[in-house]
């Protein structure tokens, strides 16, 4: 049986997450309209919205947890926007 990951250890995994999505090369020439590296870094960004979702509607965690996840969900669209929406 697995065992239950806390709150703080989900935020740093996605914390993780979206640091491996910044250090993926970018690809010559194509960049952002590269599928494989758009699809990459979309199921990467995932992965960190999946991990953090629930914690701001979990009873028995602080303020202060549930408020790091919303900067980390804040972060991970940011993130995502830096690396495939550019001008």
């Known amino acids: 049986m ?7 250890e989900r935020l740093q995994r996605a914390r993780q997450l979206i640091q491996t999505a910044r250090d993926l090369p970018i690809p010559e020439g194509m960049g952002w309209a590269d599928f494989s590296y758009t ?5 990467l960004m995932r992965q960190g919205r999946e991990l953090i979702k629930f914690i701001p509607y979990t009873s028995g ?8 996840a919303k ?3 804040q972060e991970i669209d940011q993130t995502e926007k830096e690396l495939l929406h550019r001008g």
Not at 2 to 8: D, E, H, K, P, Y
Not at 39 to 43: F, G, N, R, S
């Open 2 to 8: 697995s065992r239950l990951i806390t709150a703080a």
């Open 39 to 43: 699809a990459e870094i979309k199921d």
């Open 61 to 68: 965690i602080s303020a202060e947890i549930k408020a790091d």
């Open 71 to 73: 900067l980390v969900a």
